[in-house]
C-alpha cells in the first residue's frame, strides 16, 4: 500500500509540475513575437504573402491558441482571410495521453478563387513549381495503428466545433459566371466516434447566370463507426428558399427529411423516409443499395405525391401554359418500385397520372446499352384539352403562326423532326396502349403502339386502333442511319366511316360511306418539306354505300341534259348529295403529289368517271369528272333520258383548296360542255346517217320482196293453166 500511496504522489506531483510548467511557458512566451517568423516563413515556402495583423493570444483552461485579423494575399490580390481562429485542447486528455479537441472556432472565413480565361486556377499557384513537382512525387506510405481484426484505431473527440460567417468568392472568367458563398456556419458539439452527435448548417448562395439565390439550413445527427466503416445520419431537416431569375422575382420553399447509413466493408447502403419537397411538390423514397460497384444493385421505392402541375407553375413564378380546357394540370401523380439488376434500371408496379388520364406498367434502362424498355396501358387521354385556346374571331391563326415560327423551326417545314445523332443511340422496345385517345376531334379507342429498334433502325412494328365503326393498322420504319434518313410506311384502313372522320379531322363534310384502303410508300429527309417533295407510292381505296356530301351531281348532270333539249328545269329541290353505291381509284404518290386517273363511281342513272391530282404541299385538289349518262336520271321532264343523250357525258370540275367550302368545290364545267354537245352533234349525224341508211335498205329488201313474190305467182298461175 505504501508504494501504491508514493506512486500517486508521483503522478499527481508531476501532473502538478505539468500544469505549473504550461502555465510558467503561456505567461513566459509571447507569441506575437514570432509573428515576423511565420510570416517569413509562409513566404519562403508558398507564393502567399500572409499578414498577421491581429494578436496571437494564449488560453489556459482550455488550453488553446487564439489568431485575429489574418490576411493572404496571392500576387497581390486577397485571396484567404479569416478574422478570428480560436483553436483549444482539452487539458486533461493531454495529461492522460489522449489528445482531445475542447474548441475548434473559425470566424469570418473568405476564400477568393477566380479561373483564369486558360483555364487555370489561382490556387494551382500556391506552391512554387518546384513544390509541386515534389508534392506529385509518390508518397511513403503511412504506418497506422490497428486492433486485432485489424482495423484502424481511430481516437476522434471534439467538444466543439464552430464555423461562422464564412465566404467563398469564385469567377470563371471563362464563361463569365460567378458563385458567392456567403453567411455559411457549421456547428456540431460533442463529436466523438460510435455516438450520434448533432450538426448544423447555414448557407447563402448568389449566382449571376441565371442570377439566382439559395439560402438554406440543415440539421441533422451524424454517427461514425470507430473503425470509420460505418456511418449513418438520421433526423435530417433542411429548409431551402431559391430566388432569382428563373423565378420572375417569386420565392420559392424547398425542403428536405430523411434518413440513411452505409457500411463500406459489407457494401451497402439504405435510405429510408427520404422526403424532398418543393412548393406543392413532395417526392418520398426508400431505397437499399448493395454493392460499390459501377453497376450497383438497387431496390425501393419512389412516390410523387399527387400535386396540381397548374399550381406549382404559378408557385415558382412561371407562365400558366394555356390551353383549351383550363381544368386541366390540376392532378398529377407518380410511384413505382424501383430494381436494378444486372445493370438494367426497372420501374416496376409503375403509375403515372395525370389529370383522368392513368397508365399503369413498367420502365426499364440499360445503364450499358441504353436500352429503353416502356410497357405501359392507359385508359383515357384527351390531347385536345392540352392544345392552345384556338383564335378567337378576328384573330389572325396565320399571323400568330408565324410570330412563333423563327425560320428553321418544325412548323416552317425545314426544321429537323428528329434529332438523328440520338436515335442511332437509342436501344428501344416500347408498347404504349391506351383504351381511347381523342386527338384533333378524331376518337380512337383500342390504341395500341409497338416500336423497336437500335442503331439507328427503328420499326413501328404496328400502330392499330378502331374508329368511326372501323378499324386501322399501318407499320413503318425508319433508317437513320445517315443525315438523309429513309423511310417506309403501309397502312390500311377497313370499313371506316369517311363523314365523321372528315368533320372531326378537318371540318370537311365531303364524303360518307365505308372507307377500305391499302396504301404503301417510301420517302427520304428529315423535314416535312423534304419528305413530301421525296415522298413516292400507291394506294387504292373502295367506299361503299355512301355519298357526295353538299353536292349534288344529279343536279349538274340535270344542267347538262336540259341545255341539250332546249329546257328549263322545273324541280328546285335536288336535295343536298350525291348517293353512290361504291367509289373506287388507285393512286400513285410523286413528291408530295396524288395522281388518280380511274376515279369511278356508280350513281342513280350516272356512272362518275374522272381523274385529277391532291397536291398535298399546296393542300390544293383539281379533279376531271364526267357523269356518263347510263339511265333514267331524275323525274324532271327536262331531264329526260332518250337515245340523244344515252351515254352523253356530262363534264364537272371540282377544284379548290382543303380549307375551302366543300359546297363550291366543285360544279357544272361549262367550258367543256360546247366539247360536249360537239360530240352529240356528231353522233347525231352519225345517227341519222345510220336511219337513213336503214330506210333505204328496208325499201330496197321490201321492193325485191314484192319483184320476188310477184315472179312466184306468175309461175303457180302457169303451173296450173
Known amino acids: 500500500m505504501k508504494a501504491l500511496r508514493i506512486a500517486l504522489i508521483a503522478i499527481v506531483a508531476l501532473v502538478i509540475l505539468l500544469v505549473a510548467a504550461v502555465g510558467t511557458a503561456m505567461m513566459v512566451i509571447d507569441p506575437n513575437d514570432y509573428k515576423s517568423h511565420i510570416e517569413q516563413a509562409a513566404a519562403d515556402n508558398t507564393n502567399l504573402e500572409l499578414r498577421l495583423n491581429g494578436d496571437i493570444q494564449w488560453s489556459f483552461i482550455p488550453l488553446g491558441l487564439s489568431v485575429a485579423d489574418v490576411q493572404a494575399s496571392l500576387e497581390g490580390e486577397e485571396f484567404v482571410a479569416l478574422d478570428e481562429l480560436v483553436a483549444s485542447v482539452d487539458l486533461w486528455s493531454l495529461i492522460t495521453m489522449t489528445p482531445a479537441v475542447h474548441t475548434f472556432q473559425l470566424d469570418g472565413f473568405r476564400a477568393n478563387l477566380a479561373m483564369a480565361e486558360d483555364g487555370t486556377g489561382n490556387w494551382t499557384r500556391i506552391m512554387p513549381e518546384a513544390e509541386k513537382q515534389e508534392a506529385a512525387a509518390p508518397a511513403e506510405t503511412e504506418q497506422t495503428l490497428t486492433d486485432e481484426s485489424g482495423s484502424e484505431l481511430i481516437s476522434f473527440n471534439v467538444q466543439e466545433v464552430r464555423i461562422s460567417n464564412a465566404q467563398v468568392n469564385f469567377e470563371n472568367r471563362q464563361s463569365g459566371q460567378s458563385f458567392q458563398l456567403s453567411n455559411a456556419s457549421l456547428e456540431a458539439s460533442d463529436i466523438a466516434l460510435g455516438q450520434d452527435f448533432p450538426l448544423e448548417l447555414g448557407f447563402s448562395v448568389s449566382l449571376n447566370e441565371p442570377e439566382l439565390d439559395v439560402g438554406g439550413t440543415l440539421a441533422m445527427q451524424l454517427n461514425a463507426a470507430q473503425n470509420m466503416k460505418q456511418f449513418s445520419m438520421s433526423g435530417l431537416d433542411g429548409d431551402f428558399t431559391l430566388t432569382g431569375a428563373p423565378f420572375n422575382g417569386e420565392t420559392v420553399s424547398a425542403g428536405l427529411s430523411g434518413s440513411a447509413s452505409a ?48 399550381t406549382l407553375l404559378e408557385q415558382l413564378g412561371q407562365p400558366a401554359i394555356e390551353t383549351r380546357d383550363e381544368g386541366v394540370l390540376s392532378k398529377a401523380a407518380f410511384e413505382t418500385t424501383l430494381a436494378t439488376r444486372e445493370g438494367m434500371v426497372r420501374l416496376q408496379e409503375t403509375r403515372v397520372q395525370l ?74 422496345d416500347i408498347r404504349i396502349g391506351l383504351g381511347e385517345l381523342v386527338a384533333s376531334n378524331l ?18 412494328d404496328e400502330l392499330s386502333a378502331r374508329l368511326y365503326d372501323g378499324g386501322f393498322n399501318m407499320t413503318a420504319s425508319l433508317d437513320a442511319r445517315t443525315d438523309n434518313p429513309k423511310w417506309q410506311f403501309n397502312k390500311q384502313l377497313s370499313g371506316v366511316q369517311t363523314q365523321p372522320l372528315l368533320v372531326d379531322l378537318a371540318e370537311m363534310d365531303l364524303l360518307s360511306g365505308g372507307m377500305n384502303l391499302n396504301a404503301s410508300g417510301t420517302s427520304r429527309g428529315n423535314s416535312i418539306n423534304a419528305l413530301l417533295e421525296n415522298s413516292n407510292g400507291k394506294a387504292d381505296f373502295r367506299i361503299e354505300e355512301g355519298a357526295i356530301e353538299n353536292v349534288n351531281m344529279t343536279r349538274m348532270a340535270c344542267q347538262g341534259i336540259s341545255r341539250v333539249h332546249g329546257e328549263s328545269l322545273s324541280v328546285e329541290d335536288w ?32 356512272r362518275l368517271e374522272g381523274d385529277g391530282v391532291v397536291n398535298l404541299i399546296e393542300s390544293m385538289l383539281d379533279y376531271r369528272v364526267g357523269l356518263r349518262v347510263v339511265g333514267e336520271v331524275h323525274r324532271d321532264n327536262a331531264c329526260r333520258v332518250n337515245e340523244r343523250i344515252q351515254n352523253v357525258i356530262i363534264p364537272v370540275r371540282c377544284k379548290g383548296g382543303f380549307g375551302d367550302d366543300p359546297a363550291g368545290l366543285c360544279g357544272f364545267d361549262g367550258s367543256r360542255f360546247g366539247d360536249v354537245l360537239e360530240s352529240m352533234a356528231r353522233q347525231e349525224v352519225d345517227r341519222k346517217k345510220e336511219e337513213a341508211e336503214e330506210k333505204a335498205r328496208e325499201r330496197v329488201e321490201e321492193e325485191i320482196k314484192e319483184r320476188v313474190d310477184e315472179d312466184t305467182r306468175d309461175r303457180i298461175r302457169n303451173l296450173f293453166n
Do not use: C, H, W
Open 575 to 606: 336535295g343536298d348529295s350525291t348517293p353512290f353505291n361504291d367509289m373506287s381509284g388507285n393512286f400513285t404518290i410523286n413528291s408530295g403529289v396524288l395522281e388518280n386517273e380511274n376515279l369511278t363511281a356508280d350513281l342513280a342513272g350516272l
Open 443 to 460: 376518337t380512337l379507342t383500342e390504341l395500341l403502339a409497338k416500336v423497336s429498334g437500335s442503331e439507328g433502325r427503328l420499326s413501328l
Open 355 to 428: 389529370d383522368e388520364t392513368e397508365f399503369k406498367g413498367q420502365l426499364g434502362y440499360g445503364l450499358e446499352n441504353q436500352a429503353i424498355l416502356v410497357d405501359l396501358q392507359g385508359n383515357r387521354f384527351n390531347l385536345d384539352r392540352y392544345l392552345p385556346p384556338k383564335p378567337e374571331d378576328g384573330e389572325d391563326a396565320s399571323e400568330d403562326a408565324s410570330e412563333q415560327d423563327t425560320g428553321g423551326t418544325a412548323s416552317s417545314g425545314e426544321g429537323e423532326l428528329l434529332p438523328l445523332k440520338t436515335l442511332r443511340g437509342l436501344n428501344l
Open 263 to 310: 457500411d463500406l466493408d459489407a457494401e451497402t447502403a439504405s435510405v429510408s423516409g427520404l422526403m424532398a419537397s418543393l412548393e406543392n411538390l413532395e417526392v418520398t423514397s426508400n431505397l437499399n443499395i448493395q454493392g460499390f460497384s459501377a453497376q450497383p444493385d438497387v431496390s425501393g421505392d419512389l412516390k410523387v405525391a399527387e400535386f396540381s402541375p397548374a
